[in-house]
């Protein structure tokens, strides 16, 4: 699954989560700074499944690990002073340590009004396509963000756990300006990039289907994806490709699956790493032709790790 989280790592101001930068360190490297004698096992697990500092996807049995570590869990999330990342990361994965009255309870607290969610990443889009500059960026920006998206990802736990409340509140409020710009966003003779309103309206079509994409509604999403893919370029919906690659896989279609992909690629996707890591791909791995895709984007070497090079 695509990812839909935007961190803001690169972006951190001096001093905004400085003592905990360490907990990204990668390899043997464990250093413990002195002022936190106290760290829970679950941050090194976390550390460990970091993609070059990224979390690129949320899929079931990602954090399967984590299972038994629901306390530790709860205080990564809920501690302010713990690097953003990491307590994205415990988010996501409270959903495979406790699930219903349990989880609602630690996540609840972390939901922000869904509208104010909706306007800050515009603000956060704004700055993105680089018509707010960076310099203007405050502190008090940059945590509402995180906020932001801690809600965002709590939405994504419960819906992922049967409770689909929140997430639908969430989807409501992007439909609306979604629908209200139906016409610009669908149409092929805009490309993504040449005008802001297009470009934040096609990130919010895809973040609807990506959220039905969440608790399972996979033939609501596929109708938000097919929008995007049946009006617009590949280079403009490659996204809703790879999600539709995804949604096809899981369900056993994985001829449908493998040339969703192959679009996808068509449209400048490139992360044939997280294309063999994300769970929700597990099926099409194994299946004739996925090798040959793979190798078209590795240039014809590296195959995946137990398989026949083709």
């Not at 949320?58 to 709860?74: E, M, N, R």
């Not at 949604?247 to 690629?265: F, H, K, N, T, Y």
Request: with cysteine; proline share 5%; charged share 30%.
């Amino acid at each position: 699954m695509a990812s839909a989280l935007l961190l803001l790592l690169a972006l951190v101001a001096p001093g905004v989560a400085a003592q905990s930068d360490w907990y990204l360190e990668r390899g043997t490297d464990r250093r413990t700074p002195e002022a936190l004698d106290d760290v829970p096992e679950a941050v090194f697990v976390l550390a460990s499944l970091l993609r070059e500092g990224d979390v690129p996807g949320f899929y079931d049995g990602q954090f399967a690990a984590l299972k038994d570590s629901f306390a530790p869990l709860v205080r990564i999330a809920h501690d302010e002073a713990m690097h953003h990342t990491l307590r994205v990361m415990a988010v996501m994965a409270l959903q495979e340590a406790a699930d219903g009255e349990q989880l609602a309870e630690v996540l609840t607290p972390l939901l922000i009004d869904p509208e104010v969610e909706y306007q800050v990443d515009r603000l956060r889009a704004e700055r993105m396509y680089n018509l707010v500059p960076l310099e203007r960026l405050e502190e008090a920006d940059l945590h509402l963000e995180f906020a932001v998206e801690l809600s965002r990802y709590a939405r994504f736990a419960l819906a992922k756990d049967g409770q689909p409340e929140a997430i639908l509140a969430r989807i409501k409020v992007l439909e609306q300006y979604a629908t209200r710009d139906r016409a610009k966003i669908l149409d092929r003779s805009i490309k993504t990039f040449e005008r802001f309103d297009v470009y934040l309206g096609r990130m919010v079509w895809f973040d609807i289907g990506y959220h039905y994409q969440q608790f399972d509604d996979y033939a609501t999403a596929r109708q938000w994806f097919e929008q995007l893919t049946a009006h617009l370029d590949p280079d403009d919906a490659r996204m809703s490709h790879y999600n539709l690659a995804c949604i096809a896989s899981l369900e056993g279609r994985l001829d449908e699956a493998l040339e969703q992909l192959r679009m996808a690629v068509a449209g400048g996707f490139l992360d044939v790493d997280w294309m063999d890591e994300d769970g929700d791909l597990a099926r099409v791995r194994g299946a004739p032709g996925y090798q040959e895709l793979r190798a078209e984007l590795r240039g014809g070497s590296d195959p995946l790790p137990g398989s026949e090079t083709p």
